[in-house]
């Protein structure tokens, strides 16, 4: 997958539920969940799906609540593996 940045601004264009990040050139998006065990088995299906694209998110768990933020930090900032992994996760979010 290409590590061309495009920018949080037209990666918020195609995943518009997603958010720029105010200082930094990255998204982000709160998912919740009924109880820690959906928020738990959410993180489980996305860490297997970012280690096959070897892109890891930066995120935090609180138990019903889980924040990401995306950002390719070899790019210095938003590309499309971005984007990608952000649909990822709104397929799989119930």
């Given at each position: 997958?290409?590590?061309?940045?495009?920018?949080?601004?037209a990666?918020v264009?195609?995943?518009?539920?997603?958010?720029?990040?105010?200082?930094r050139?990255?998204?982000?998006?709160r998912f919740?969940?009924?109880?820690?065990?959906h928020?738990?088995?959410?993180m489980t299906?996305?860490?297997?799906?970012?280690e096959?694209m070897?892109?890891?998110?930066e995120?935090?768990?609180?138990y019903n609540?889980?924040?990401?933020?995306?950002?390719?930090?070899?790019a210095d900032?938003v590309?499309?593996?971005?984007?990608?992994?952000a649909?990822?996760c709104?397929e799989?979010a119930?």
């Amino acid at each position: 997958m290409d590590r061309t940045k495009i920018g949080a601004e037209a990666a918020v264009a195609q995943v518009p539920e997603w958010r720029r990040v105010d200082g930094r050139d990255a998204i982000a998006k709160r998912f919740q969940f009924s109880d820690f065990k959906h928020a738990f088995a959410f993180m489980t299906q996305v860490a297997l799906k970012a280690e096959q694209m070897d892109h890891h998110p930066e995120w935090a768990n609180v138990y019903n609540r889980v924040d990401i933020t995306l950002t390719t930090h070899d790019a210095d900032g938003v590309t499309a593996l971005d984007v990608q992994l952000a649909k990822y996760c709104d397929e799989i979010a119930p």
